[in-house]
C-alpha cells in the first residue's frame, strides 16, 4: 500500500507520520520526498481496512498536513519502471556499471549482443565483458570524461559510447558513481548511416516542390506511401519519376527493406524476364539466379517504363501481381514474396490498351494510385528553386563560389519550354557552372538549342539562305525516302507531286541507285 501525503515544508512532520506508523506496527518499505512540490510518499504492505481506518484520520490530523490520499506507485516506482521500458526498447546495447566497474543493470539488446543471459552479466566486471578499453583505469583517473572507442563484444568489433554517471555533492563536487556503456555493432551502425544519408537523398524533403502542383503531387504522395497498393507514376521523360518512387518507398513501412530498380526499356525481353523473376539452375555449373522481385522480398520493386514491357512478361507481371507468386524462368516450383510495385510510363497506357499493344487488366492492376508529374513548362514556379540548386551543388563539387543568377537568365529559363525537363536544366546548369569564369550566370552561357513544340529542336547556326536550307531539307528527306521508292513515279505519288518535278529535284541532288543504296 502506498500513501501519497501533501503537507507544508516543516521540520520534524515526517518523524510524526512515521511514529502513527510505529504506533499501529506497520512495517513502512519506503519513504520518498517530493520537496519541491511538497509531498511525501510512504510505502508499506497491505494492512486490514480498519487498521487503515484508524491510521488516516491520525495522519490528517498532523500539524501542516493538507491531505492524504492512497496512490497506485511511488514516483522513484515510476521512473524505474520507465527506465526499464525504454531500455528494453532501445535497439542497441545498454550497460550500467558501478565504480568499481561490475555491472549493474543491462538491457536485453546488450545481452544478446554478449550472448550471455542476463543473470550471467550481472555483478560480472566489465573488464571480462568488453575487451579493448581498460575501464578499471579509466574510472580511477583524475577526470573521468566520456570516451568513444572501439571494443571487442563476443569476438566481434563494436563501437562504444562511455559516459560517466556524477552524484552532485554541493560545495564538495561531484562524486563519480559508475558509468552508462552503449554498444553498437558495425552493421547497426551501417543502418543508421544509410538511414541518415536516404533521408537526405531520397526523402520528400529533397523534392522541390515551390509550384502548386507538385506540392499537390507531394502531397498526395506522402500519404499513397502509407498504403500497400501499387503505384502508378505517369510523367514525360526527366520530370522526377524515379525520385518520387524511391521518396515513396522510404517513408513507407517498407524502408528498411530494399528499393530495387528495373528499367523495362533498357533489357532484351529475354534478359528482362530473367532479370526480373531469376531462373533456375540444372546443374552446379548453371546455378539458380534471384531476380529483381525476390531480391527485393519484403521491400519494392520500381518498375521503369512498364509501358515498354513485352506481352509475354506482362502476362507473368499479371499474375504475380494477383496472388503474390511467379515462377523462374526454367523453373517449376512456385516462389512467394512480399513486394510492392511502383511503376513509372511516359506513354500513354489507356491508348496502347486500345491498341492492344498493353494488357487490360495489367493496366488496372497497377493503376490503383496514380501520380502525375506534370512537366517542368507547367511548373515555372519550380525552376528558379530548381536552378538555384543546382548551382549550388555543381559549385560546390567544383570548388568554387557559387555564382549569382543574373535575374534576365532567370526569366529565360522560365520562358524555355525545358522538352527534357528537370533532367535537362540539371545538365545545363552543370555544363555552365563548369565552364564559368566569372561570378555571374547569364542566357548566353546555358547554351540552350530553340526548342519549338511544333518544329523540336532548331538549329540556331545555320548557314546560308532560307532557299539554301529548304535545298539542304529536301535532299535529306529525298535520300531517306529513295530507298524505300526507288523510282521518281514512285517517289512522286508518296509525296504528292508530278513526275516530272521529283525527277529534276533527283538530278539536282545528284540521287540515284548510284549514289544511294537501294
Excluded at 22 to 47: A, H, Q, T, W
Excluded at 229 to 258: D, M, Q, V, W, Y
Excluded at 427 to 443: F, Q, W
Amino acid at each position: 500500500m502506498r500513501l501519497e501525503i501533501h503537507c507544508a515544508d516543516r521540520i520534524g512532520i515526517a518523524q510524526e507520520i512515521l511514529n502513527i506508523l510505529v504506533k499501529y506496527r506497520v512495517d513502512l518499505k519506503g519513504i520518498e520526498v517530493d520537496s519541491v512540490n511538497c509531498r511525501m510518499y510512504v510505502s508499506f504492505p497491505p494492512i486490514e481496512f480498519e487498521q487503515f481506518k484508524k491510521i488516516m484520520p491520525e495522519i490528517r490530523l498532523i500539524d501542516g498536513v493538507e491531505d492524504v490520499r492512497t496512490t497506485a506507485y511511488l514516483p522513484s516506482e515510476r521512473e524505474h519502471n520507465e527506465l526499464n521500458t525504454l531500455l528494453s526498447a532501445l535497439p542497441d546495447g545498454i550497460i550500467s556499471i558501478d565504480s568499481k566497474g561490475n555491472v549493474r543493470h543491462c538491457n536485453d539488446a546488450a545481452a544478446k549482443d554478449l550472448n550471455m543471459r542476463e543473470s550471467e552479466i550481472l555483478g560480472a566486471s566489465i573488464n571480462t565483458l568488453l575487451k579493448g578499453f581498460n575501464f578499471a583505469r579509466w574510472l580511477e583517473g583524475k577526470e573521468v570524461l566520456g570516451q568513444t572507442t572501439r571494443v571487442e563484444v563476443a569476438g566481434e568489433d563494436y563501437i562504444a559510447d562511455i559516459l560517466p554517471i556524477s552524484v552532485p555533492q554541493g560545495a564538495e563536487g561531484d562524486v563519480l558513481a559508475g558509468a552508462v556503456i552503449n554498444i553498437k555493432s558495425q552493421s547497426r551502425l551501417g543502418q543508421q548511416v544509410s538511414a541518415f544519408r536516404r533521408y537526405g537523398q531520397e526523402s520528400f524533403a529533397t523534392i522541390h516542390s515551390n509550384s502548386t502542383a507538385m506540392r499537390k503531387v507531394v502531397r498526395e504522395a506522402r500519404k499513397m506511401a502509407q498504403l500497400e497498393a501499387p503505384i502508378l507514376i505517369t510523367g514525360e521523360t526527366g520530370t522526377g519519376k524515379e525520385l518520387l518512387a524511391r521518396a515513396c518507398h522510404f517513408a513507407s513501412n517498407r524502408s528498411i527493406k530494399p528499393f530495387i530498380a528495373l528499367s523495362c526499356a533498357s533489357l532484351p525481353d529475354e534478359a528482362a524476364e530473367s532479370e526480373l523473376f531469376g531462373y533456375a539452375g540444372k546443374d552446379e555449373h548453371s546455378p539458380s539466379k534471384r531476380g529483381v522481385l525476390e531480391q527485393a522480398d519484403g521491400g519494392t520493386v520500381f518498375l521503369d517504363e512498364v509501358g515498354e514491357m513485352s506481352a509475354q512478361l506482362q502476362t507473368k507481371l499479371l499474375r504475380f501481381l494477383q496472388d503474390g507468386t511467379f515462377r523462374k524462368v526454367g523453373g517449376e516450383s512456385e516462389v512467394k514474396v512480399n513486394v510492392r510495385i511502383i511503376a513509372t510510363t511516359q506513354k500513354d497506357l489507356p491508348a496502347m490498351v486500345q491498341e492492344g499493344t498493353f494488357r487490360e487488366d495489367l493496366y488496372y492492376r497497377i493503376n490503383v494510385l496514380t501520380l502525375d508529374i506534370a512537366p517542368l513548362r507547367e511548373r515555372k514556379a519550380d525552376i528558379g528553386p530548381l536552378a538555384e540548386h543546382f548551382i549550388q551543388k555543381y559549385a560546390h563539387q567544383t570548388g568554387q563560389e557559387a555564382p549569382r543568377l543574373a535575374d534576365s537568365c532567370l526569366e529565360f529559363l522560365e520562358q524555355y519550354p525545358w522538352p527534357g525537363n528537370v533532367r535537362q536544366l540539371e545538365n545545363a546548369v552543370y555544363r555552365a557552372v563548369s565552364l564559368l569564369d566569372g561570378k555571374e550566370l547569364r542566357i548566353d552561357h546555358m547554351q540552350l538549342p530553340t526548342f519549338t513544340g511544333d518544329l523540336g529542336y532548331l538549329d540556331t547556326d545555320f548557314e546560308g539562305s532560307l532557299e539554301d536550307v529548304v535545298k539542304r531539307f529536301e535532299a535529306t528527306l529525298l535520300r531517306k525516302l529513295y530507298p524505300a521508292y526507288p523510282s521518281s513515279r514512285q517517289l512522286a505519288k508518296r509525296l504528292g507531286l508530278s513526275h516530272t518535278a521529283v525527277a529534276n529535284k533527283l538530278r539536282e541532288y545528284g540521287i540515284n541507285r548510284k549514289s544511294v543504296k537501294v
